[in-house]
């Protein structure tokens, strides 16, 4: 696990969008891990205004976000599919049969998803966000580190975090649907951003707690290429 802490979050935004655009170029039919939240939503930005500048070539990349609200109508301006069409998906112009999500008839029948993945070709490269719990993607302290793409009942603490999405609060939905943690193992490459002082104490169990399934981050070290970028406040405790 390289760990590299940036002055602030806008050059962590930066840095990886210009790492972005090389990887887009180098290999066109990229495929996409990608995340939506707060940590990520200036990334997505920037790398937007740095694709369009350069005049990279999107038309060929997949996308497979790592997770989604369970009963929420992709339609609820809070949805993550809303989310990724606002700052993504309708600035690049993204055709749908680019970008996935997972969505089956029946609740066993998520663990597909990782078979449409390893069908892709597999994940290139995967981007995560943390929890203040160590969650990845939406796995929740517990989570088996074997597991596939699933259906999670969400945390107290989660959902806690969760409403500032929501208005009103009470709208916040309790589970989900979530790449697994083998999902996310088997990426080629992992890359995991951490801005702010919430964080500090997730990142520093990430690096430092036991390898453990009751801290899910802990997992990513059993991962060899794996890069973890920290504002000053999240690396406050490293
Ligand atoms: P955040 O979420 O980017 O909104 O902080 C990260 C996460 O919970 O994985």
């Known amino acids: 696990m390289k760990i590299k802490q940036c002055e602030s979050p ?13 990887s887009i170029n180098e290999n066109p039919t990229i495929n996409l891990g990608l995340p939506t939240g707060g940590t990520y939503t200036p990334f997505y930005q920037t790398s937007v205004d740095r694709l369009k500048q350069t005049n990279t070539d999107t038309s060929s990349i997949k996308t497979f976000n790592l997770d ?25 112009s993204l055709e749908k049969s680019q970008t996935h999500f997972p969505y089956f008839n029946s609740d066993d029948d998520y663990g597909l998803y990782d078979t ?21 993607a939406f796995n929740e302290p517990g989570t088996p580190f074997n597991s596939k793409t699933h259906k999670v009942a969400l945390t107290s603490s989660t959902i806690e975090t969760n409403k500032s999405f929501f208005n009103p609060k009470e709208d916040v939905p309790t589970e989900a649907v979530t790449m697994g943690i083998s999902t996310i193992l088997n990426a080629k490459k992992v890359i995991l951003v951490a801005k702010g002082f919430s964080k500090a104490n997730a990142v520093y169990d990430m690096m430092n707690h036991r390898i453990h399934e009751s801290v899910p981050s802990t997992a990513l070290r059993l991962h060899e290429n794996v890069e973890v970028y920290v504002d000053e406040a999240a690396g406050s405790l490293i």
């Not at 935004?13 to 655009?21: N, P, R, Y």
């Open 10 to 22: 806008q050059n962590i935004d930066k840095f990886l969008a210009d790492q972005l655009v090389e």
């Open 68 to 92: 989604r609200y369970y009963n929420q109508s992709i339609k609820d301006h809070s949805s993550f599919e809303a989310f990724m069409h606002r700052h993504f998906f309708e600035p690049l």
């Open 116 to 136: 449409i993945i390893d069908d892709a070709g597999g994940l290139d490269i995967i981007l995560l966000g943390i929890g203040v719990n160590g969650h990845i």
